[in-house]
């Protein structure tokens, strides 16, 4: 058991995190990791969801079926939702600035990136779906926005997964 202003157990000595690092220097060290996959992620969904803004002023969007009309409406929420989630950790840092709660911030603002990417992923997809939808009327474009959906799924968590696995030797 640790005690929360040192970090360092009972006995006196710290928790091995596989680094030399008090719990302070580790929040800090994550918190840096990922404002650095948030930027990568935040650039992505505000350009996207800046171009779905835009699609409604175009003249052909008065075309478009009620459906896709629809489809068009939940993919501009998606990604703003997307949008919401990949920022959020900013407001958070501004809030918990100064109440000694890094690591706590840290975890936070992780599972909000988190569900900030599923959304994002969710908002490419159905993007796709109506881009293919509207510039070829085919059927399959389901399949296809379904198959670029399962991409994402496998390059950010069955691989990724996968890896972990391996290598924790499960």
Same mark, same amino acid.
């Given at each position: 058991?640790?005690?929360?202003?040192?970090?360092?157990?009972?006995?006196?000595?710290?928790?091995?995190?596989?680094?030399?690092?008090?719990?302070?220097?580790?929040?800090?060290?994550?918190?840096?990791?990922?404002?650095?996959?948030?930027?990568?992620?935040?650039?992505?969904?505000?350009?996207?969801?800046?171009?779905?803004?835009?699609?409604?002023?175009?003249?052909?969007?008065?075309?478009?079926?009620?459906?896709?009309?629809?489809?068009?409406?939940?993919?501009? #929420?998606?990604?703003?939702? +997307? &949008?919401?989630? =990949?920022?959020? !950790?900013?407001?958070?840092? $501004?809030?918990?600035? @100064?109440?000694?709660?890094?690591?706590?911030?840290?975890?936070?603002?992780?599972?909000?990136?988190?569900?900030?990417?599923?959304?994002?992923?969710?908002?490419?997809?159905?993007?796709?779906?109506?881009?293919?939808?509207?510039?070829?009327?085919?059927?399959?474009?389901?399949?296809?926005?379904?198959? #670029?959906?399962?991409?994402? +799924? &496998?390059?950010? =968590?069955?691989? !990724?997964?996968?890896?972990? $696995?391996?290598?924790? @030797?499960?």
């Amino acid at each position: 058991m640790t005690t929360p202003d040192t970090g360092r157990t009972a006995q006196g000595h710290r928790p091995r995190t596989g680094r030399r690092e008090s719990p302070d220097e580790r929040a800090d060290r994550r918190w840096g990791d990922l404002l650095q996959e948030v930027r990568v992620a935040q650039t992505g969904s505000q350009v996207l969801f800046g171009f779905l803004l835009s699609v409604a002023f175009m003249p052909r969007f008065t075309q478009l079926s009620a459906f896709d009309r629809g489809l068009y409406v939940s993919t501009v #929420v998606l990604g703003a939702l +997307a &949008t919401g989630a =990949l920022t959020a !950790p900013v407001a958070y840092h $501004r809030i918990f600035a @100064g109440h000694l709660l890094k690591p706590q911030l840290v975890d936070s603002a992780a599972r909000l990136v988190a569900i900030g990417l599923i959304l994002l992923a969710l908002t490419i997809g159905s993007a796709v779906l109506l881009l293919l939808r509207v510039a070829t009327g085919s059927a399959l474009a389901g399949w296809i926005a379904g198959g #670029v959906v399962l991409w994402f +799924a &496998t390059c950010w =968590l069955i691989l !990724p997964l996968l890896k972990l $696995r391996r290598h924790n @030797g499960r």
